[in-house]
């Protein structure tokens, strides 16, 4: 069914025929129900389109809702939404909605230069109007907002069409129409300005020059104003005679401006005050449109020159002169008269003019010595260069043009998608995603999203391994050395000299930067040639390290694999992180953990980088020692599950027993790969070799290299039929002489007492652990003990003491930026809060949540999830409840102990649910399947459910249930 709004409201069948709609309040009723289409209009709203005297009451408005209701049939909906309705129909079914999609979509081509396009979709949009918008609610007060707006983008889509008829070629046809527009809107000067030009471009300069004068008539009687700049500027330029050939002027852009306007203002600013100043970046960072953009706002008069198509030097000047049109002056050009250069500095000796020199790299000596002479001897000349390094010479200012911000990435991909392709909607996380594997380059974002005419934005998306391919296709009319990414690379390679572009091609190996001296390292180099490469932006150092895009560093990579070097290199670079893993793998465990997780953190992606070549290259042994020495580091950060496929792999690629002298790796392997979604097979397959190995390196007078995999044995044991075993072991460790052993053991002691109900011995082990984990300064150690007395004050009922320790606990993880744990403390304070603050609690749920989605934490979600499932029964809301309960049953890992505190709790909140529901069977089922995951820490009795944090109500149906079994 479609809807007209724009003239008489009315309704039409798919075949065409006319709804019969009725008189004039259900024609106004539905007039305000579809100027926003599937939004809920206020009841009040709605009797003012009936009865704008307000005498309408609620039972005759619902009367009349009935009434069009039967109108139009199964062809629409009209649905009572809290205190008002909506009517359910696609928005292109409604005119108005319809027309202003075409609006924008003609304007959008307007400013693609598609003015054909442009002038047919605004055409089709403007015919779609039958009259004053709005019109069967003129009387209605609430609807004159909307039937403003709507008359003024119509209007607007009148100029733009009419603009688009010019630009084909059609001026003469539309001045008789601009005429009458320009008398009915004398005060719009879009539309005079319409008119000056199709007047001026059938020959009526004139006739344009009146039209100039009528309006700054009536914008001086009606406003007190002048007219604007842009219609200013037209009469100048219609006044103009002069005919002394004008500086070469910035090229003519056909696309908009993305993403940078503060920092046109901000060079253009710098200008005011500075004589000299560089953009300076890599290839396709979009130094020449700021450039042009700059020079658009310049009060001065400019000249561009662009150097990119000379191939030395030696055309410098003479590209200069034949900017500034001085040959077709008529200057002399023999060898006896001046020289260029004496003709340049004659001629801008006392000329207010800004220099934009674009393009300056490859020419970058002659471009210093010509520019430091210009400015020196030509005082009110202004230069602005691009070049992707500096020139080097006495005040100059440099910018440091830099990619595209995310937000802007993703508008330029989707303006620049939008020319090619209409309607090339795309998920923006998707598009975010592309745009960040380009490096946010500008370039590279419009090559690749040129490729939208013939493939979706997912296909692309798939193809981002290889950037350079993906972006591999340019316009025809482009630069040779701006057609595809890796020309655009390739410009600023090949001016490298030898020794550059070997460090350069060596420092693709590093992922997420490095420091200098690890560049170094590796790299084989010096400083000074580092120091190069930034200068001619291959490498930006911020932050103290050096980095490399991630588009140039692709390029570099081809050129490292032509060199025959990568398996050099790469061996080089997993020496250098694996040294660092070990150095640091100490002191994690120490005070100084809080120096050594940011040196960590940030050298993560090196880590993975080394990690994937060990994997892909067969280095069983290496990745074993990787994996051992960042375990630690990975368990704290809460990033373990990234690493398991490699972890699952190295497995894979082994023999049955592993590698002499590396059993320790090889248990920290297998917990690794055990933590992520596809581990639970290999960890049953290695779980008796691991032990077997673990026994050994801990049994002997001298304690193991890792000491926290005795800690996550037993982490991972504990969701097993048998964790018995693995808990005497690590038990044993109570008295062993490694400190941090040590104290992980005490904790671990503590849950055999829990589970034989023994509060008072399971606190005094706890606390002896939080004694051990401070007297080493650990702050993760000391984050779990505190929980775990936290958790045993609040199965005593002590909810502030429990809150206090949880805080506490909290403070140390944050400090960490233990992602994982944070969330699980976070769910634990929610849980203490949950009886006297729910509001506090569902924060915390919350919090929680968003926090473990970063972590990829899938227990952490669960987790978080369960507790929002307590706060929606609270609220009386079951099936949100049911909802969240299940999610959370869903992403539970069963086999790891953090979980089965959340598996129980879930399983007796669906049992909740079940008994609101009145379902006594299903809701006993599930009590009792809580009361089975609950002996995991001991007997279902009341006070093991009380320490998992579950409410007395619950406790007594869970063990209700067990009973009456």
Not at 127 to 143: D, K, N, Q, Y
Not at 194 to 206: D, N, S, T, V, Y
Not at 877 to 891: I, K, N, P
């Amino acid at each position: 069914m479609l809807f007209g709004i724009l003239g008489e409201t009315r309704a039409w069948h798919e075949d065409g025929a006319e709804v019969p709609l009725g008189g004039p309040a259900r024609r106004a009723l539905l007039a305000q129900l579809l100027v926003h289409p599937g939004e809920v209009v206020s009841a009040d709203r709605l009797s003012d389109a009936i009865d704008p005297a307000g005498s309408l009451s609620a039972h005759a408005l619902q009367s009349q809702v009935s009434r069009l209701r039967k109108a139009l049939g199964p062809g629409a909906a009209i649905e009572q939404a809290g205190a008002g309705y909506r009517i359910v129909v696609p928005q292109d079914d409604v005119d108005a909605c319809r027309f202003e999609r075409l609006a924008r979509e003609g304007r959008a081509a307007l400013r693609a230069d598609d003015a054909e396009r442009a002038v047919a979709l605004l055409r089709e949009a403007l015919g779609l109007w039958r009259g004053p918008a709005l019109a069967s609610l003129a009387e209605a007060e609430t609807a004159q907002p909307a039937a403003v707006r709507l008359e003024e983008h119509r209007l607007g889509a009148l100029e733009d069409r009419i603009e688009g008829e010019c630009r084909i070629g059609e001026p003469r046809s539309v001045i008789p129409e601009l005429r009458e527009l320009v008398g009915r809107h004398p005060l719009r000067e879009r539309l005079a300005g319409l008119l000056m030009r199709a007047l001026f471009a059938e020959g009526g300069q004139a006739a344009a020059l009146v039209v100039f004068e009528e309006t700054r008539r009536h914008l001086a009687d009606e406003l007190g104003a002048d007219p604007s700049a842009e219609l200013r500027a037209l009469h100048r330029e219609l006044l103009s005679t002069d005919p002394s050939p004008a500086p070469t002027a910035p090229p003519a852009q056909l696309t908009a401006f993305v993403g940078r306007a503060d920092e046109v203002a901000e060079v253009a600013g710098l200008l005011r005050v500075a004589r000299l100043v560089t953009l300076v970046g890599p290839g396709g960072v979009g130094k020449t449109r700021l450039s042009v953009e700059v020079a658009g706002v310049a009060a001065d008069d400019v000249c561009f020159v662009e150097l990119a198509p000379l191939h030395d030097g030696a055309g410098l000047t003479q590209a200069l002169l034949g900017a500034f049109g001085l040959r077709e002056n008529g200057l002399t050009m023999g060898d006896s008269g001046p020289t260029p250069v004496d003709r340049l500095i004659a001629a801008l000796s006392d000329r207010q003019l800004l220099l934009v020199l674009d393009n300056c790299e490859h020419v970058i000596d002659d471009v210093a010595a010509l520019a430091a002479r210009l400015l020196a001897l030509c005082p009110r000349l202004r230069v602005l260069a691009t070049s992707r390094e500096p020139l080097g010479i006495t005040g100059e200012n440099l910018w440091q043009v830099r990619p595209l911000d995310g937000e802007a990435a993703v508008r330029l991909f989707t303006d620049r998608a939008d020319a090619v392709r209409r309607g090339s909607a795309a998920d923006p996380q998707v598009v975010s995603r592309i745009c960040a594997a380009l490096d946010n380059l500008p370039l590279a974002i419009e090559l690749v999203a040129a490729r939208v005419r013939t493939l979706d934005v997912g296909d692309l998306a798939g193809r981002l391994d290889d950037v350079l391919e993906v972006a591999a296709r340019g316009g025809r009319a482009a630069a040779e050395r701006h057609r595809t990414l890796r020309s655009v690379v390739a410009w600023s390679w090949d001016l490298l000299s030898g020794p550059e572009q070997q460090a350069a091609r060596r420092f693709t190996v590093f992922a997420g930067g490095a420091t200098a001296e690890s560049a170094l390292r590796v790299c084989g180099t010096d400083g000074e040639t580092l120091e190069l490469l930034v200068d001619k932006s291959l490498l930006e150092f911020t932050g103290g390290r050096y980095r490399m895009l991630e588009t140039i560093r692709a390029y570099g990579a081809e050129r490292l694999d032509a060199a025959g070097e990568r398996e050099l290199v790469q061996r080089a670079h997993t020496r250098w992180v694996l040294e660092l893993l070990r150095t640091a793998d100490p002191h994690l465990r120490r005070s100084e953990q809080l120096e050594w997780l940011p040196v960590l953190r940030v050298e993560h992606s090196n880590f993975s980088a080394a990690l994937c070549w060990a994997v892909e290259a067969a280095e069983v042994e290496t990745g074993l020692q990787l994996l051992a020495s960042a375990s630690n580091y990975m368990w704290i950060r809460g990033v373990s599950a990234s690493v398991a496929p490699q972890a699952i792999a190295l497995l894979e690629a082994m023999d049955d027993a592993p590698p002499a002298g590396l059993g320790e790796e090889y248990v920290a392997c297998v917990l690794l790969a055990a933590a992520g979604v596809a581990g639970r097979p290999v960890w049953q397959r290695h779980r008796a070799t691991a032990e077997k190995a673990l026994a050994t390196a801990w049994s002997g007078a001298r304690p193991g290299r890792y000491p926290v995999s005795l800690f996550l044995w037993m982490m991972r044991n504990a969701g097993e039929a048998d964790p018995q075993r693995a808990f005497a072991f690590v038990s044993s460790q109570r008295d062993c002489s490694e400190p941090w052993a040590r104290a992980a053991a005490r904790y671990v002691s503590g849950f055999g007492p829990l589970g034989q109900e023994d509060t008072a011995l399971a606190a005094h082990a706890f606390g002896t652990a939080v004694e051990g984990f401070r007297s080493l300064g650990d702050r993760w150690g000391t984050a779990l003990a505190l929980d775990a007395l936290a958790g045993l004050a609040g199965g005593r009922g002590n909810r502030a003491e429990a809150i206090a320790l949880t805080d506490e606990a909290l403070a140390l993880t944050e400090q960490l930026g233990a992602l994982e744990d944070s969330a699980d403390l976070l769910v634990n304070r929610g849980d203490h809060r949950f009886g006297e603050d729910a509001a506090a609690a569902r924060a915390d749920y919350d919090q929680a949540a968003g926090i473990a989605r970063r972590a990829g934490s899938s227990t952490g979600v669960a987790a978080a999830l369960r507790g929002l499932g307590d706060i929606a029964l609270l609220d009386g809301d079951l099936a949100e409840a049911g909802r969240l309960y299940e999610e959370a049953l869903e992403r539970i890992d069963p086999h790891w102990v953090k979980s089965v505190g959340t598996r129980v709790r879930t399983l007796a909140g669906l049992g909740g649910v079940a008994a609101r529901l009145g379902d006594t069977t299903g809701a006993r089922t599930r009590y009792r399947e809580a009361a089975e995951a609950a002996v995991v820490i001991g007997a279902a009795t009341p006070d093991a459910l009380r320490l998992l944090g579950l409410p007395e109500t619950v406790i007594e149906a869970v063990i209700e249930a067990v009973s009456a079994r």
